[in-house]
């Protein structure tokens, strides 16, 4: 991916929970990858942007390569996904 189209891709992402996801969201707040913890993090929404889906052998889980809008860069693995 060149240099250009990733500043493109991160200067997208939100960085404050936009007004019509406010009521679904409910006690979530937006973060990025580096307040993630490691297990659940029951009251937080990433805010970030698929990348790549990052290709394997296996099927299950799907992965997929994020980029939030610090630049910082994790895998995110999809179970029953239909």
Do not use: W
Not at 66 to 77: I, P, T
């Amino acid at each position: 991916m060149k240099t250009n189209r990733l500043h493109d891709m991160v200067r997208s992402i939100p960085q404050q929970m936009p007004d019509s996801m406010a009521s679904m969201a409910g006690q979530c707040r937006l973060v990025d990858i580096s307040v993630l913890n490691n297990g659940e993090n029951m009251d937080c929404m990433l805010s970030a942007k698929v990348v790549n889906k990052v290709e394997r052998v296996q099927k299950i889980p799907m992965c997929f390569l994020l980029v939030d809008g610090k630049h910082n860069f994790c895998v995110m693995s999809v179970y029953h996904y239909n």
